[in-house]
């Protein structure tokens, strides 16, 4: 270990009860990320793909196993502890958007920063930052419904960068795009990348995760590490 891992995960378990029928949606997955990797995590629908992305984004927990996030042991947290984690060392980006379409693209980047307590002058500064760092200078007085499906999922990378978090998880993050936006997004997240952040984006698209540098495979609760060039296409 180099003792850079941004995620840990070890024999992670997932199960999940309906009455008296169990379901293990994980089975027993280990992964490790570092920092400035970019990792798709790619595979079919009902795979395991969201009950992953939950774990690793503190959304959920895992059965058994363990997972520890940029060193520290998230089963050892309680849910205030969860919740700064989920708020400053996690971006994230959904296929939904997820704005709050009643405020400007400067004000919804700005939320995280208000969760996390940053003073106004410092929290608009920083949200300007983030809005002309996805290319959006322009836009920063725009609502949603004033934007492009593209430009508005740049506004949710915004809003996942602005706390400077350990990693960004995006899941399916091109899933509601037209071509022309899921190339604009999918560079951006390579221009991220390029700069140093750890981005892992969940997707059950081989033309998106190809874009990754690593790519892992979920197939039944169980991961499988390889690149896809030459692999199975959709
Ligand atoms: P994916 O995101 O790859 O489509 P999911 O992680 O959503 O897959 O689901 C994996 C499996 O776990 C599926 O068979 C699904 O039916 C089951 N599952 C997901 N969530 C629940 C739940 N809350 N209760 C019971 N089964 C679930």
Known sequence: MTGEAIISLREVCKLYRTGV??????????????????V????????????????????????SG???LAGD???????????????????????????????????NVELPLVYAGVGRDERRERAA?????VGLADRV?????????????????????????????????TGNLDSHSTADVLDLLDELCATGRTIVLITHENAVADRARRT???????????????????
């Not at 050892?76 to 959904?94: C, H, K, S, W």
């Not at 197939?219 to 690149?227: N, V």
């Open 21 to 38: 029928i169990e379901f293990e949606a994980l089975r027993g997955v280990s992964l490790d990320v570092e920092a400035g990797e970019y």
């Open 40 to 63: 798709a995590i790619v595979g079919p629908s009902g795979s395991g793909k969201s009950t992953l992305m939950n774990i690793l984004g503190c959304l959920d927990v895992a059965s």
């Open 66 to 68: 363990s997972y520890r």
């Open 73 to 107: 042991d998230v089963a050892e947290m309680d849910e205030e502890e969860l919740a700064d984690i989920r708020n400053q060392r996690i971006g994230f980006v959904f296929q939904q958007f997820n704005l709050l379409p009643s405020l400007s693209a400067v004000r």
């Open 129 to 133: 930052a983030a809005l002309a760092r």
């Open 141 to 173: 007085d725009h609502r949603p419904g004033e934007l492009s499906g593209g430009q508005q999922q740049r506004v949710a990378v915004a809003r996942a960068l602005v706390t400077e978090p350990a990693m960004i998880l995006a899941d399916e993050p």
């Open 216 to 234: 892992v495979r979920v197939f039944d609760g169980a991961l499988e590490e390889g690149t896809l060039s030459g692999a199975v296409t959709a």
